[in-house]
Every structure is written in structure tokens, then in C-alpha cells.
């Protein structure tokens, strides 16, 4: 079965310093891996996704990501804050069988101060 | 409409109490989902449809939980007897076929509070 684990429940950068939210995954099949951001009281945006294309992916807001296997792991990175990135970041891998389901990891809160 | 909507946003219920969570997904999309998000977790599936057929409900945590679909479009989550621990944010997720290739657009949730 599939499993997704999130180091670090809470993250606190400054302004204009390197983000990075790890996510380990565990699945005895190919994954697909999500991040997901939740701002307070909204619902889940996709920031970005792996499906077997380029191990680096590129999503919005100048976050990215970068699958390795070897290390299944898939760590969300974002060279630069911005206090607007304050929020909470879901992992996600979908369970296989194709059907959409997502299995996310704990969360980790991303605290930005100035 | 333009998102996935879901009513009421908030929901306070004394415990013995049945409530009926509405979801309204993008006009057209195939797939909804529901999910549980306790505080402070990562929201856990609760059940899966495909237009009005519910192919997998393997996550409802009791018989006093039942979703349906009827029409294929609007998706009501029903608790019965509500208990304390049954206290989360409700989401609702709905993609245009399900895929693991399809984004699925999530709602704002609706919060239940049982006292």
C-alpha cells in the first residue's frame, strides 16, 4: 500500500531564503506524486505533479520539485520566499488502479518571517 | 459554476444529531471525491464516485456514514447519530474523469463541530 511521509511538521524561513518541504514516499509501483497548498480556511490548490515524465517538475508560484527514486523522496523547493507563501503543504501520491484517489502525508506548516 | 462549492461552510451539531454535507462540483466532472481532514492531519479519503455510481467507499469509518450521487452531478455526505470524533473539515474534490492525469479541484470544506 501506498504511504506518504512529510519531515517536519512545522517550517519557519525568512523573506527571500531557500523553502524545502520534504515528502518520502512509499509504493511497490510507480508513483504519482502531488503537492498541494491549503491557505487558511480554502480548499486544496495543486501546486504541482509527478507522473513519470522529467524528474524535475516545475509548478506554480515558483515552487518545484525533483522525484528520486533512489531516494523516494520528492522535496518541494522554492529558491525564494515570499510572505505570501505562508500556508500549509500537503504531499500526495495516488493510489494505483488509476482511479484519482490521493493518499496525502501529514502537512507541513510553512511559516515565513520578515 | 466557476469552482467546486460546498454548504454550509460551518456546522455545529449537538452529538446524537444527523447532518446532510452538500457538494456542488464543476459542471461536467465525471469524478467527485470526499474527504475527512481532522485538525492538524492530511485529509483522508472517505469515498469515490463516478457520475452516480459510488465505486469505492472503503474509507466511510462507520454504517452511520452514507454519500450519495444521485443524479451524477450534486454529491450530499450524511452522518448519522454524529459523535465527537467524527468533528473534521469535510472536502470535496471533484476531476473531469479521475485519472491520476486529471487535477481534481477541491472545495473550501465544510467544518463539523460536534458538542
Known amino acids: ?114 | 459554476g466557476a469552482g467546486v462549492s460546498q454548504s454550509p461552510r460551518y456546522k455545529v451539531a449537538k452529538r446524537g444529531q444527523d447532518v446532510a454535507l452538500r457538494c456542488d462540483p464543476i459542471s461536467g466532472h465525471v469524478s467527485l471525491f470526499w474527504y475527512q481532514q481532522a485538525l492538524g492531519q492530511g485529509p483522508e479519503f472517505l469515498t469515490y464516485f463516478q457520475n452516480e455510481a459510488q465505486l469505492d467507499k472503503s474509507g466511510l469509518p462507520s454504517d452511520r456514514f452514507f454519500a450519495e450521487r444521485p443524479e451524477g452531478s450534486v454529491s450530499t455526505l450524511k452522518i448519522q447519530r454524529t459523535q465527537q470524533e467524527d468533528s473534521a473539515v469535510y472536502l470535496c474534490a471533484s476531476s473531469l474523469d479521475g485519472g491520476v492525469n486529471t487535477e481534481a479541484f477541491f472545495g473550501q470544506g465544510t467544518r463539523l463541530t460536534v458538542v
Open chain 1, 1 to 114: 500500500a501506498q504511504s506518504v511521509t512529510q519531515l517536519g511538521s512545522h517550517v519557519s524561513v525568512s523573506e527571500g531564503a531557500l523553502v524545502l518541504l520534504r515528502c518520502n514516499y512509499s509504493s511497490s509501483v510507480p508513483p504519482y506524486l502531488f503537492w498541494y497548498v491549503q491557505y487558511p480556511n480554502q480548499g486544496l490548490q495543486l501546486l504541482l505533479k509527478y507522473t513519470s515524465a522529467a524528474t524535475l517538475v516545475k509548478g506554480i508560484n515558483g515552487f518545484e520539485a525533483e522525484f528520486k527514486k533512489s531516494e523516494t523522496s520528492f522535496h518541494l523547493t522554492k529558491p525564494s520566499a515570499h510572505m505570501s507563501d505562508a500556508a500549509e503543504y500537503f504531499c500526495a501520491v495516488s493510489e494505483t488502479g488509476n482511479t484519482g484517489k490521493l493518499i496525502f502525508g501529514q502537512g507541513t506548516t510553512l511559516q515565513v518571517k520578515p
